[in-house]
């Protein structure tokens, strides 16, 4: 367990994933001067309700280590900062907000578990099939020819990270204990998002879906 920086936020930040902050709040520029002086680390965790301005809030207790990549400081004190998802946490413990939001935390690698072969690969393909539709229907979407890492583990965070899924189903992909429960997880969001882009457009659903056969989640 380690004692931590947090940046409670409104999304979920996962793995791999960039993350892109302006930093206003005076307690936020006080994490920032801190962060930057140490190990340029601190914790996201998403606001489940309220606020991050001014406190209050109510926070969720899994999250991920962000990494500053880059800084950039105003003259009136504000931070731009690039940021990079590094790993998953839990959080143990909040303690008191003053100066700034902070944890004790723990590392929270994924279990064991085994990704059937074609698995990732299906999803992979409902991706790249949804983001071509929402591109179609004139929604914003990354392109559909997006990179994606080969390992289904690393991969599929990126997939999350792509998928058009709201805060708690984000979280839900988070917290899942696998990469094999998370796969299958992302799987079933995306089948469910085509189904509705496909009939928002009047479409026949594409072929195979990818829906779970009997048996698997």
């Known amino acids: 367990m380690a004692q931590l920086a947090m940046f409670p936020l409104g999304m979920v930040l996962f793995p791999g994933a960039l993350l892109p902050l302006h930093v206003f709040e005076p307690r936020y520029r006080q994490l920032t001067d801190d962060v930057l002086a140490g190990d340029r680390e601190f ?26 990549e880059h800084a950039e400081r105003f003259d009136d004190g504000r931070w731009a900062l690039m940021c990079v998802g590094d790993r998953r946490i839990r959080v143990d413990r909040w303690f008191d907000d003053a100066p700034y939001p902070q944890a004790e935390v723990t590392e929270w690698p994924d279990g064991p578990s085994t990704v059937a072969d074609g698995d990732y690969q299906t999803l992979v393909g409902l991706l790249r099939r949804t983001l071509a539709l929402k591109t179609e229907i004139g929604e914003p979407a990354v392109p559909a020819t997006v990179d994606l890492d080969d390992d289904p583990a690393a991969g599929s965070y990126q997939v999350a990270a792509f998928s058009p899924l709201g805060p708690s189903d984000r979280q839900r992909v988070l917290v899942a204990e696998t990469a094999a429960d998370r796969i299958a997880l992302l799987r079933a969001l995306l089948v469910d998002e085509l189904e509705l882009l496909t009939a928002r457009i009047g479409m026949d659903p594409p072929g195979d879906l990818g829906h779970p056969s009997q048996g698997e989640a």
């Open 43 to 68: 914790g996201v965790t998403l606001i489940e309700r309220g606020s991050e301005v001014g406190g209050g809030d109510l926070r969720t207790l899994a999250g991920t280590v962000a990494r500053v």
